[in-house]
């Protein structure tokens, strides 16, 4: 049998690489299942999701194998596998889904019905996502392969943009999903609530849904200066000056139609000290009071319904203080959860290949070897303004 290694979660700030079990057909379960494929990884992402574990922030167990960014090649396939074949180049959406419950059916992959005992929606290498083995690994197991995976037609030009494809898998269609729900189209402005790669990943989508003005706000000076390096208005929350103030400075009006929250749970404010401390729902009603009536916010930055590192009790059982009131009177509308990535994968794909969109210098793409990855955890943590990505098998230099 062929060796395997994997990113290890060990607990609190700890990451290691190690030998694990080469991919079965068997389910998390055990069950032997015959619609799956094994893939050489060729690329596998660090997630900011996978950070909130790493940070002890989720209920993890230790000995997790990580990551659910993943895009590979086929070296296996199941005998009920009709649409793929040994030597596909195919993007793996981080949601296992069945395509075959009513969730999968109405293209709700993110909360897929039967992959996880536990509750809706399934992941690979994530907590309570069903125990589905990561893929920051060498080799790892798809199930459902023909309704999950999307074969890359064309290998040779597919690898010449494998820095962008790769992004595929999660971080583009997440923050796609985060400007669509949000109500982006052309003449928008949108306001994007952090300026890590999935708040750049949906900058970027503004812009390619036509948006007039696109501004990022963050706390982080070298991220923030990344923004504007690609062309977005930045606003630095950092500052004393309110959000609305510099929106208005920007806009000549305090308010956006539409705004992302891409920072999630472990948002930060600043107290009368200026000093950052957590402040989970900082994001959520910073936005409510900037984006007009009737406007809509997209959530696709992660919240949690258990935090055992949290401050307060409350946010330990994923309970903020909301100004939903606020909300109710502008009439805003909200749309939360994991994203569908089949939905829009397909045409973000085409996007890259005719060179619209270029995702992996927007987010800052750096790929690393698979050696590295606790190395590329800790900068990542750090808040540098890249997206690291895993090459186990050195295939983008042989590309």
Same mark, same amino acid.
């Given at each position: 049998?062929?060796?395997?290694?994997?990113?290890?979660?060990?607990?609190?700030?700890?990451?290691?690489?190690?030998?694990?079990?080469?991919?079965?057909?068997?389910?998390?379960?055990?069950?032997?299942?015959?619609?799956?494929?094994?893939?050489?990884?060729?690329?596998?992402?660090?997630?900011?999701?996978?950070?909130?574990?790493?940070?002890?922030?989720?209920?993890?167990?230790?000995?997790?194998?990580?990551?659910?960014?993943?895009?590979?090649?086929?070296?296996?396939?199941?005998?009920?596998?009709?649409?793929?074949?040994?030597?596909?180049?195919?993007?793996?959406?981080?949601?296992?889904?069945?395509?075959?419950?009513?969730?999968?059916?109405?293209?709700?992959?993110?909360?897929?019905?039967?992959?996880?005992?536990?509750?809706?929606?399934?992941?690979?290498?994530?907590?309570?996502?069903?125990?589905?083995?990561?893929?920051?690994?060498?080799?790892?197991?798809?199930?459902?392969?023909?309704?999950?995976?999307?074969?890359?037609?064309?290998?040779?030009?597919?690898?010449?943009?494998?820095?962008?494809?790769?992004?595929?898998?999660?971080?583009?269609?997440?923050?796609?999903?985060?400007?669509?729900?949000?109500?982006?189209?052309?003449?928008?402005?949108?306001?994007?609530?952090?300026?890590?790669?999935?708040?750049?990943?949906?900058?970027?989508?503004?812009?390619?849904?036509?948006?007039?003005?696109?501004?990022?706000?963050?706390?982080?000076?070298?991220?923030?200066?990344?923004?504007? *390096?690609? @062309? %977005? !208005?930045?606003?630095?929350?950092?500052? #004393?000056?309110?959000? $609305? +103030?510099?929106? /208005?400075?920007? =806009?000549?009006?305090?308010?956006?139609?539409?705004?992302?929250? *891409?920072? @999630? %749970? !472990?948002?930060?404010?600043?107290?009368? #000290?200026?000093?950052? $401390? +957590?402040?989970? /729902?900082?994001? =959520?009603?910073?936005?409510?009071?900037?984006?007009?009536?009737?406007?809509?916010?997209?959530?696709?930055?992660?919240?949690?319904?258990?935090?055992?590192?949290?401050?307060?009790? /409350?946010?330990?059982?994923?309970?903020?203080?909301?100004?939903?009131?606020?909300?109710?009177?502008?009439?805003?509308?909200?749309?939360?959860?994991?994203?569908?990535?089949?939905?829009?994968?397909?045409?973000?794909?085409?996007?890259?290949?005719?060179?619209?969109?270029?995702?992996?210098?927007?987010?800052?793409?750096?790929?690393?070897?698979?050696?590295?990855?606790?190395?590329?955890?800790?900068?990542?943590?750090?808040?540098?303004?890249?997206?690291?990505?895993?090459?186990?098998?050195?295939?983008?230099?042989?590309?």
């Amino acid at each position: 049998m062929a060796d395997n290694r994997g990113v290890v979660y060990l607990g609190n700030g700890q990451v290691e690489v190690q030998s694990i079990p080469f991919p079965k057909m068997q389910n998390p379960q055990g069950k032997q299942i015959h619609h799956g494929v094994i893939l050489r990884v060729v690329s596998t992402n660090i997630c900011g999701s996978d950070q909130h574990m790493v940070r002890g922030r989720t209920t993890a167990q230790t000995g997790l194998v990580l990551g659910h960014e993943i895009t590979g090649e086929v070296i296996e396939a199941g005998r009920d596998v009709e649409h793929l074949k040994v030597g596909d180049l195919v993007s793996v959406p981080f949601n296992v889904a069945c395509g075959r419950c009513r969730s999968c059916k109405e293209q709700n992959t993110g909360v897929c019905l039967t992959v996880n005992p536990a509750r809706p929606g399934g992941a690979y290498g994530y907590v309570d996502m069903g125990d589905w083995v990561g893929g920051q690994a060498e080799y790892v197991l798809v199930p459902y392969a023909d309704f999950n995976l999307l074969k890359l037609p064309n290998r040779d030009a597919a690898m010449e943009k494998i820095r962008d494809l790769t992004c595929l898998s999660d971080i583009l269609p997440t923050g796609y999903h985060g400007a669509v729900t949000a109500g982006v189209g052309p003449g928008s402005t949108v306001y994007i609530a952090g300026a890590g790669p999935v708040g750049l990943a949906a900058a970027a989508s503004a812009r390619l849904l036509g948006a007039a003005v696109v501004i990022v706000g963050d706390v982080n000076p070298i991220r923030l200066a990344h923004a504007k *390096a690609q @062309g %977005f !208005e930045i606003a630095d929350l950092s500052k #004393d000056t309110p959000l $609305h +103030e510099q929106i /208005a400075d920007l =806009l000549g009006e305090p308010e956006v139609d539409c705004a992302v929250d *891409a920072v @999630g %749970f !472990e948002a930060r404010g600043h107290g009368h #000290d200026g000093v950052k $401390h +957590e402040a989970p /729902a900082t994001v =959520l009603n910073s936005l409510m009071g900037v984006v007009r009536v009737a406007g809509k916010i997209g959530i696709p930055g992660l919240y949690v319904t258990e935090d055992p590192g949290a401050a307060d009790a /409350a946010a330990k059982m994923g309970s903020l203080s909301i100004r939903f009131g606020l909300g109710w009177a502008k009439s805003h509308s909200f749309h939360t959860g994991q994203t569908p990535v089949m939905k829009y994968n397909r045409q973000l794909m085409q996007a890259i290949m005719w060179d619209r969109i270029k995702i992996a210098d927007i987010v800052g793409v750096e790929v690393i070897s698979l050696d590295d990855a606790p190395r590329g955890y800790g900068e990542f943590d750090a808040g540098v303004p890249k997206k690291f990505v895993i090459d186990p098998h050195r295939m983008f230099s042989k590309a």
